[in-house]
């Protein structure tokens, strides 16, 4: 499984970005794709998920503001930033793991280091990430 991260850049405070992440190799019907984000000399912080029945979950910190959304053909995951904030600012990595059938993602908890499901499976697999800047 390779995924690839892009979008990312720098914008003021209250701005947009959507970012995008290419999913390739053996991507499983019950995947839990997700994005998490680690800021310098911070600690990994969950963002989104959203498993194969279309369910999505969100971090309190982005709720309302980021959507996370794939292509039909499961090949290409978004997260589409709204109202953009300074502590926004991080580097932004999609990441997959394959459930069990009737599993949720729900929402990502990080810690330690590494991120997990709410049903506790780890995030197996994940890009080199993409940096976003937002600026007061």
């Known amino acids: 499984v390779q995924l690839v991260e892009s979008g990312g850049g720098s914008v003021q405070a209250g701005g947009t970005l959507r970012l995008s992440c290419a999913l390739s190799?053996?991507?499983?019907?019950?995947?839990?794709l997700a994005w998490f984000r680690q800021a310098p000399g911070k600690e990994r912080e969950g963002v989104a998920s959203i498993d194969s029945t279309g369910t999505t979950a969100y971090a309190d910190s982005v709720q309302g503001r980021f959507t996370i959304s794939e292509d039909n053909a499961k090949t290409t995951l978004f997260l589409q930033m709204n109202s953009l904030k300074p502590e926004d600012t991080a580097t932004y990595h999609c990441?997959?793991?394959?459930?069990?059938?009737?599993?949720?993602?729900?929402?990502?908890?990080?810690?330690?280091?590494?991120?997990?499901?709410?049903?506790?499976?780890?995030?197996?697999?994940w890009g080199k990430g993409t940096a976003v800047t937002v600026s007061s």
């Open positions: 190799g053996n991507i499983h019907s019950g995947a839990c």
């Open positions: 990441a997959y793991v394959n459930l069990p059938s009737r599993v949720e993602c729900g929402v990502i908890r990080c810690y330690d280091g590494y991120c997990r499901t709410a049903t506790n499976f780890g995030l197996d697999f």
